[in-house]
Nanobody
Framework: QLRLVESGGGLVQPGGSLRLSCAASGFNLNSYYAVAWFRQAPGKEREEVSC????????VYSDSVKGRFTASRDNAKNTVYLHINDLKPEDTATYYC??????????????????????WGQGTLVTVSS
């Protein structure tokens, strides 16, 4: 079974940092699949914050998080990470990772067609509050 599991969220004060993890099972993240991080706050639409390409590991960030968020891969652990620095209250959201794992929709390089993101994790909640 293909699966993504996010972890690492929690309650953090403004200015703090977190590292979110997205662990894959049932497939190799770096074999052919780019992976994207999204966030969604209650009452708001989901927002893509980063997209990391397979192979190169290069990441594209949204303007709203550029300079504070850093994505990376650990191929040995089949895991991708999102390190968040200088957390702000507006970063409060549930964070999800997603990948285009259907055979005919597999994508290795960013950007990923939004309709191709067919595998999602359950999400991890980040709350930024003093």
């Amino acid at each position: 079974q293909l699966r993504l599991v996010e972890s690492g969220g929690g309650l953090v004060q403004p200015g703090g940092s977190l590292r979110l993890s997205c662990a894959a099972s049932g497939f190799n993240l770096n074999s052919y699949y780019a992976v994207a991080w999204f966030r969604q706050a209650p009452g708001k639409e989901r927002e893509e914050v980063s997209c990391t390409s397979a192979g190169s590991g290069l990441t594209v960030y949204s303007d709203s998080v550029k300079g504070r968020f850093t994505a990376s891969r650990d191929n040995a652990k089949n895991t991708v990470y999102l390190h968040i620095n200088d957390l702000k209250p507006e970063d409060t959201a549930t964070y999800y990772c997603a990948a285009p794992t259907r055979i005919m929709l597999a994508t290795s390089a960013c950007p990923i067609n939004s309709g191709y993101l067919t595998l999602w994790g359950q999400g991890t909640l980040v709350t930024v509050s003093s």
